[in-house]
């Protein structure tokens, strides 16, 4: 097996139960099959998890998965995560939410006066925040705006993002506002292969 891939197999998920939907909760690197990827994924989840994945000004990068469904992009995302709580976890803030959750927190949340809720500002302030699946629900324009918000708000403060869409960057339907420093943020990964779900 490749040295770097068998490395990133080395990094044990935490074993403890963890706010994860319950598909996801039990997939790991070690259960995901590799054979349609490139090497350059894993080589830079890798980095990512040896915390060695900067910019060129020394601000940490987050990763942008995309490809078609049921390619294993939230496989591989909650997978990080499971990894990530095990060694930061009790350093770094992190969450993992699906998108469409989310805006429908936000919006059952939002604060009086039209102030944003302690929810949103928390999600906002993750050093690590994974968020699944940015496609599944139309960016209306009120899914669109708290996007943006959160982009320009982890973008100024250095914070990274993880996020899997079925879209490559340059076709998602955001705001060209968040689609630039998201480019600046984000390494983008193509995840390859068929639908797992029908068989
Ligand atoms: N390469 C893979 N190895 C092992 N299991 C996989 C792989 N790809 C997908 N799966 C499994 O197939 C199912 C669908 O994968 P997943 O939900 O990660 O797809 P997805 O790319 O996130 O799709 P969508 O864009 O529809 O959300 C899951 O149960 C997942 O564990
Ligand atoms: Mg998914």
């Known amino acids: 097996m490749n040295e770097k891939l068998e490395r990133l197999l080395s990094y044990e998920p935490t074993p403890y ?7 996801f909760r039990e997939c790991s690197f070690n259960n995901f099959d590799w054979a349609n990827q490139n090497p350059k994924t894993w ?13 060129a000004n020394g ?19 909650s997978s990080l995560y499971r990894v990530m709580v095990h060694k930061f976890g009790e350093v770094c803030e992190m969450e993992y939410i699906s998108f469409a959750d989310l805006i429908s927190e936000i919006k059952a949340r939002f604060g009086p006066n039209g102030n944003a809720s302690e929810f949103e500002i928390e999600m906002k302030e993750k050093d690590y925040l ?7 629900i ?8 708290v996007f943006d918000r959160f982009v320009q708000y ?6 990274r993002m993880l996020i899997t869409a079925q879209s490559p960057l ?6 060209d506002h968040a689609r630039s420093r998201l480019f600046e943020m984000c390494v983008l990964l193509e995840i390859k292969g068929q639908d797992k779900r029908l068989g």
Do not use: N, Q
């Open 17 to 23: 139960v963890i706010r994860l939907p319950a598909r």
């Open 43 to 55: 080589e830079t989840i890798l980095d990512f998890v040896e915390d060695r994945l900067v910019d």
């Open 59 to 77: 601000m940490p990068k987050g990763l942008y998965f995309y490809g078609p469904f049921g390619v294993g992009k939230s496989h591989l995302l």
């Open 130 to 136: 994974f968020l699944d699946d940015i496609t599944a």
């Open 138 to 145: 139309r960016l209306t324009d009120y899914a669109a705006e």
């Open 154 to 159: 982890r973008y100024d403060h250095g914070k």
């Open 170 to 175: 340059s076709k998602l339907s955001v705001d």
